[in-house]
């Protein structure tokens, strides 16, 4: 496979080409210590798969534009919160022109935080079922739009009733938060990350 495109950021650093956008600074910042750095905490896994699902069809760096917005409207993805929502919550977010006004999309966040309940309750915790998803390291990054383990989580997914949790959009939720490093090996952030994969303890 031939190597993929960098861009040399301002501070003469070499990065993975998708975070260059000189016009919105957010991106290289979320590149650079966010994507790929290991997450244990429920709360900001059910935001990044929520999140992820949003994305589909749209690109990431539109999603994260608005990621204020989506805290905002989803009660800082409070799972407990969200699986209250009712019919008249759903009208409130398809009026909300912070966020993308997609009533399936919109619909499966409540449907999934229900789901994320009944998960948790069987499996201690959101992080711990995610995490025993983790594939075995790879020297280098797949740069692949989905993979065995992201296949294995969609379809776990999908029967326990969750909805937007396609293999494509698992593995770019599998990606970002760190069950694998697919920074590009020049990358100047794949170091680091992989220094917080090591000291990470899986839960």
């Known amino acids: 496979m031939s190597a993929l495109p960098l861009f040399q950021a301002a501070d003469g650093g070499h990065r993975c080409a998708w975070c260059a956008a000189p016009d919105f600074p ?7 210590t966010e994507w790929g750095f290991p997450v244990a905490e429920d709360r900001r896994l059910f935001e990044k798969i929520s999140l992820e699902g949003f994305q589909s069809g749209l690109s990431w760096r539109t999603i994260l534009a608005k990621r204020e917005a989506f805290r905002a409207a989803f009660q800082g993805f409070d ?31 409540i449907n999934n935080a229900q789901r994320c309940i009944d998960l948790v309750a069987e499996q201690g915790s959101l992080a711990h079922y995610i995490w025993s998803f ?16 992201s296949r294995a ?11 937007f949790v396609g293999p ?29 994969r090591a000291t990470f303890k899986r839960p």
């Not at 957010?26 to 650079?32: F, N």
């Not at 983790?134 to 383990?149: G, K, N, R, V, Y």
């Not at 989580?153 to 909805?163: C, E, F, M, V």
């Not at 970002?176 to 990358?187: A, K, T, W």
Request: net charge neutral.
């Open 26 to 32: 957010a991106y290289q910042r979320y590149h650079d």
């Open 79 to 109: 799972v407990a919160r969200i699986a209250q929502f009712d019919n008249a919550d759903v009208e409130r977010l398809v009026l909300d022109a912070g966020i993308v006004r997609h009533r399936g999309k919109i619909e499966a966040v």
């Open 134 to 149: 983790e594939p075995a390291a790879l020297a280098t990054p797949q740069h692949a739009t989905e993979s065995e383990a």
């Open 153 to 163: 989580l969609s379809k776990d997914l999908k029967k326990r009733g969750w909805k």
């Open 168 to 196: 494509t959009t698992m593995y770019a939720f599998i990606q970002s938060m760190g069950l694998i490093n697919d920074h590009d090996p020049r990358c100047v952030t794949r170091a680091v990350c992989e220094a917080a």
